[in-house]
Nanobody, 121 residues
């Protein structure tokens, strides 16, 4: 079984910063991609940022230049540094890993439990 633990959410004022962390554990053989999604109340869950095994990164336009995704392969961890936060960034943030667990034949998605980020105006 793969365990996923997220941390780092909270309440900040506009233009504040937060750093989200997410770690995956449990007989992981390979990690292809690690991603951060977010879901605001009444809206669908949207991809925010992704980082791949070759360290290539992608961001949605609204967070480019403000958010930075990074990973620590030794710890099977992914981070999201969020700067210059705006009220519209308020959402529950979920980490996702596209992983291959030892003994499995295919990569699978594994999700974190979500962490609330609230940005007050």
């Amino acid at each position: 079984q793969v365990q996923v633990v997220e941390s780092g959410g909270g309440l900040v004022h506009t233009w504040g910063s937060l750093r989200l962390s997410c770690s995956f554990s449990g007989n992981i053989f390979s990690t292809y991609a690690m991603l951060w999604y977010r879901q605001a109340p009444g809206k669908q869950r949207d991809l925010v940022a992704a980082i791949f095994s070759n360290n290539a990164t992608n961001y949605i336009r609204s967070v480019k230049g403000r958010f930075t995704i990074s990973r620590d392969n030794a710890k099977n961890a992914v981070y999201l540094q969020m700067n210059s936060l705006k009220p519209e960034d308020t959402a529950v943030y979920y980490c996702n890993g596209f992983l291959l667990k030892q003994g499995d034949a295919d990569y699978r998605d594994y999700w974190g439990q979500g962490t609330q980020v609230t940005v007050s105006s």
